[in-house]
């Protein structure tokens, strides 16, 4: 069955310090790949995602994220944490189904706190 | 453009009622995806609607249900509400080809 997992539930970082979120995946095929930017009360904002091609993605607000398939990992980084990136921050893969849709399923997301 | 709509904005609701919530998708989106964002348990998927059909729904009892109309806008009814489904709902909507989703802001249910 597919799956992601984020392992880190809390990270704390200082403004200006670079950042990196985990993710890791379970999927049969070559995955879709997403990262979703969650701010308090807001719905979810897509940053990056990845289908094909390159396996660093570049996105939104200064983000990218490299896919390793060998890993099953599709981990966030951000070479200069602001203080306005804290949020929570959730991974996703797109799981395939009949009809050729496809759904996202999520990680349990990973609350990121910025210290001044 | 406008993105995907959700109403109400919160709902407050007593344990035994039913509460709907409704959501309008991008314009040529014709996929609408249900979550349930329960403090402390991420997004759980609920339903999803493509084209006017039910494609396929989480681990949820039948209480929670929904319909897809001609417009490809969407509810979501929650019957029996019990204290547990006090969450943030959100939709999301999409193409179905590729699975990127555009969310909603969502609909924060408070059962009491």
């Known amino acids: 069955a597919q799956s992601v997992t984020q392992p880190d539930i809390h990270i704390t970082v200082s403004e200006g310090a670079s950042l990196e979120l985990r993710c890791n995946y379970s999927?049969?095929?070559?995955?879709?790949l997403f990262w979703y930017v969650q701010s308090p009360g807001q719905g979810l904002q897509l940053l990056l995602k990845?289908?094909?091609?390159?396996?660093l993605v570049q996105g939104i607000k200064g983000f990218e994220a490299e896919f390793k398939r060998s890993q099953s990992s599709f981990n966030l980084r951000k070479p200069s944490v602001h203080w306005s990136d804290a949020a929570e921050y959730f991974c996703?893969?797109?799981?395939?189904?009949?009809?050729?849709?496809?759904?996202?399923?999520f990680g349990q997301g990973t609350t990121l706190q910025v210290k001044p | 453009e406008a993105g995907v709509t959700q109403s109400p904005t919160h709902l407050i609701k007593t344990r035994g009622q039913q509460a709907t919530l409704r959501c309008s998708p991008i314009?040529?989106?014709?996929?609408v995806y249900w979550y349930q964002q329960a403090l402390g348990l991420g997004l759980q998927f609920l339903l999803w609607?493509?084209?006017?059909?039910?494609?396929n729904r989480g681990n949820f009892p039948p209480r929670f249900s929904g319909r897809q109309f001609p417009n490809y806008s969407s509810e979501l009814n929650v019957n029996a509400l019990e204290l547990e489904d006090s969450a943030l709902y959100l939709c999301?909507?999409?193409?179905?080809?590729?699975?990127?989703?555009?969310f909603g802001e969502g609909s924060r249910l408070t059962v009491l």
């Open positions: 996703a893969v797109g799981a395939w189904g009949s009809s050729n849709t496809c759904k996202l399923i």
């Open positions: 999927y049969g095929a070559t995955p879709y």
């Open positions: 990845y289908f094909s091609g390159d396996t």
């Open positions: 314009s040529g989106h014709t996929s």
């Open positions: 609607y493509d084209e006017g059909e039910e494609r």
């Open positions: 999301a909507t999409g193409t179905g080809g590729t699975g990127e989703l555009f």
